[in-house]
């Protein structure tokens, strides 16, 4: 029994040093990762400071660059004047909406595409052309077609986005390994489980990134037709601060819209860490 004892021995120390060499990995991988996110809040705040500096000094003019005690000033008196929040809900609602459409209507495409290789080869070229095509064009089409509302708005999100996202999906499908595809055929699988079982779940990265591509790409969107047609929202607010020369109030827009897109994408990754964690687990 002691002879036993002893032979496990190395086996439980080797364990052990795994064990530790693990831990002292994901120290340092977490000490990474504080570094990162702490140069990034320093970079932040040097910006800011250096910009409120610059513009007290009249080094910038702070009537054209605004500065950030001006434009928390403007926050403030949004809030009081109970429109701020009303303006980031209706963009944020327009770009969620946007977003979500552009990103199951282009997968859907993509996936008709990867189905039918001569709708492929049909829609290649038009594909092409109309992601080549400047988007803003067709706003004031969209106008007159739909009318001046949120519709149109959206719309224009889609235009943006759509396109960009079929590339993206259908480039993905058309890189998964052939020798997947015939190993699943090899055993009698038909082309709705070669879609559900090797392409889908082989493209999940591609459709992760056509997400984050699709955040910013919705933001442009939705503040292109706010510029067009909107009565509210952020894009509103730019344009018509641009049109009083109230710099401050296009300024405090912007960095509000900087923000919204960052928590956006933000959910994305979130959103990304979730699904590979359940894949995980599933497999």
């Given at each position: 029994?002691?002879?036993?004892?002893e032979?496990n021995?190395?086996?439980i120390?080797?364990?052990?040093?795994?064990?530790?060499?693990?831990?002292?990995y994901l120290?340092k991988e977490r000490?990474g990762?504080?570094?990162?996110?702490?140069?990034?809040?320093?970079l932040?705040?040097l910006?800011?400071v250096?910009?409120?500096?610059?513009?007290?000094?009249k080094i910038?003019?702070?009537?054209?660059?605004?500065?950030p005690?001006?434009?928390v000033k403007?926050i403030?008196?949004l809030y009081?004047?109970g429109?701020?929040f009303?303006?980031?809900?209706?963009t944020?609602?327009?770009?969620?909406?946007?977003?979500?459409?552009?990103?199951?209507?282009?997968?859907f495409?993509?996936v008709i595409?990867?189905w039918?290789?001569?709708?492929?080869k049909?829609?290649e070229?038009?594909?092409?052309?109309l992601?080549s095509l400047?988007?803003?064009a067709?706003?004031p089409v969209?106008l007159v077609?739909?009318?001046?509302g949120?519709?149109?708005?959206?719309?224009m999100t889609?235009a943006i986005?759509?396109?960009v996202t079929?590339?993206?999906?259908l480039?993905?499908?058309?890189g998964?390994d052939?020798?997947k595809i015939?190993?699943v055929?090899?055993f009698?699988g038909?082309?709705?489980q070669v879609?559900?079982?090797v392409?889908?779940?082989?493209?999940f990265?591609?459709?992760i990134?056509a997400?984050k591509?699709?955040?910013g790409?919705s933001?442009?969107?939705v503040?292109?037709?706010e510029?067009l047609?909107?009565k509210?929202?952020?894009?509103?607010l730019?344009?018509?601060?641009?049109q009083v020369?109230k710099?401050?109030?296009v300024?405090?827009?912007?960095i509000?819209l900087?923000?919204?897109?960052?928590i956006?994408?933000q959910?994305?990754v979130?959103?990304e860490?979730l699904?590979?964690k359940?894949?995980?687990?599933n497999?």
């Amino acid at each position: 029994m002691f002879e036993d004892e002893e032979e496990n021995i190395p086996a439980i120390s080797q364990a052990l040093n795994i064990s530790l060499e693990r831990q002292e990995y994901l120290r340092k991988e977490r000490l990474g990762k504080i570094s990162v996110r702490m140069t990034q809040i320093l970079l932040l705040v040097l910006g800011l400071v250096l910009w409120e500096i610059m513009a007290d000094a009249k080094i910038i003019d702070p009537f054209i660059t605004s500065q950030p005690s001006r434009i928390v000033k403007t926050i403030v008196q949004l809030y009081k004047e109970g429109v701020l929040f009303y303006h980031i809900g209706i963009t944020c609602l327009e770009t969620i909406v946007g977003f979500t459409l552009g990103t199951l209507l282009g997968t859907f495409l993509a996936v008709i595409l990867w189905w039918s290789k001569f709708i492929s080869k049909v829609a290649e070229p038009y594909l092409v052309i109309l992601n080549s095509l400047p988007k803003i064009a067709l706003g004031p089409v969209f106008l007159v077609w739909i009318g001046a509302g949120p519709a149109s708005i959206i719309v224009m999100t889609l235009a943006i986005s759509l396109i960009v996202t079929i590339l993206e999906v259908l480039n993905g499908f058309w890189g998964i390994d052939q020798e997947k595809i015939k190993l699943v055929q090899t055993f009698g699988g038909n082309k709705f489980q070669v879609l559900t079982k090797v392409v889908l779940p082989a493209s999940f990265p591609t459709i992760i990134n056509a997400l984050k591509i699709n955040v910013g790409l919705s933001w442009v969107g939705v503040i292109v037709g706010e510029f067009l047609v909107s009565k509210a929202g952020l894009g509103y607010l730019i344009i018509y601060g641009g049109q009083v020369f109230k710099l401050d109030l296009v300024m405090t827009s912007v960095i509000i819209l900087g923000v919204a897109a960052a928590i956006m994408y933000q959910g994305v990754v979130y959103l990304e860490r979730l699904l590979v964690k359940n894949n995980d687990l599933n497999y």
